[in-house]
Each structure stands twice: as C-alpha cells, then as structure tokens.
C-alpha cells in the first residue's frame, strides 16, 4: 500500500512538474519510483538525425511528382503542349523486381514517353532518387551503394 502511494505521490509531483515547465515528460523505466531517483536516472532525448534523402525528395517533388503523383500512385497525365493523354505507370508497382542500376537508367534516359532527366541530374542526386523511390514507395532501404534491404517497421 505504501508502495503505491508513493507512486501515485511521484506521478502527481511529475505531472505538476511537466505542468510547470510545459514539456513533454520523457518516457522512463523508473515512473514508479521517487522524484528523485526518476530524474537522476532521466536521458537525454536521442539528437534527431536528418533526412539523408530530403534533397531527393525535393528532387521527387519537382522532376516526377508532377506525372508521378505525390504518392507515386501515376495515372493519366495529360501533356499540356501536345494534348496527349499518357498512362504513367504507379511507382509503387513499376520496377519492383528491377535492379537499382535499370531503375536509374530509367531516370537518366527516359523511354516508354518518360522524358529523360540526366541533363538536369547528376548520377548521384538519380542514386539518391532510386534510394528515395525504393523507400517510400517499395518499402525498402537502400545504402549509398545500393545494397537493397526490406525498410523496418515503424513502431
């Protein structure tokens, strides 16, 4: 019973706290036990480490979104110049069983009424666009040299 409302006591003395600073409490181990030995034993929060594929989701958002879609579902795309309507494949089907080097290539080139892009990206920022493509719209990761592996569940 003492055990209890000394829990009950510290989740009062924490609330009250987290109240007054305007901060989220952190997630601890310890919530059960006293003030004291709760924020002794506090870490900090893990840095936040950026987005090493935000310049090509920036690259997605100007070079492929527009035919693409922002969820790379494609569809119909009408030209504006031409007229003609074209059925630009889904992205989170097309070059699924593909190798990250045709994918590319793809890209770089164009072909099948894509338009190619290597004269408006360099090989790297084409890489990092695979990489982009592979992790948002085929569920996996990939290293910098192209080692594809399936992405990790989000929790």
């Known amino acids: 019973m003492k055990l209890i409302k000394l829990s009950l006591a510290s989740c009062a003395l924490l609330a ?37 594929l935000a310049a090509a989701a920036g690259d997605y958002a100007r070079s492929c979104s527009n035919c693409h879609k922002a969820d790379g579902t494609g569809g119909p795309w009408k030209d504006e110049e031409t007229g003609k309507t074209v059925k630009v494949p889904s992205l989170r089907e097309h070059g699924l069983k593909d190798p990250d080097s045709e994918l590319a290539k793809q890209i770089a080139e164009g072909g099948d009424e894509m338009p190619p892009f290597k004269s408006r990206l360099d090989k790297g920022r084409i890489d990092n666009l695979v990489r982009y493509i592979r992790r948002e719209f085929h569920g996996r990761t990939t290293t910098a040299t192209g080692a594809a592996t399936p992405a990790q569940p989000s929790h």
């Open 16 to 52: 009250f706290a987290v109240a007054c600073n305007n901060t989220q409490p952190a997630q601890n181990a310890n919530a059960g036990a006293s003030p004291k030995a709760a924020a002794n034993s506090a870490t900090p929060a893990p840095a936040a480490t950026p987005d090493e």
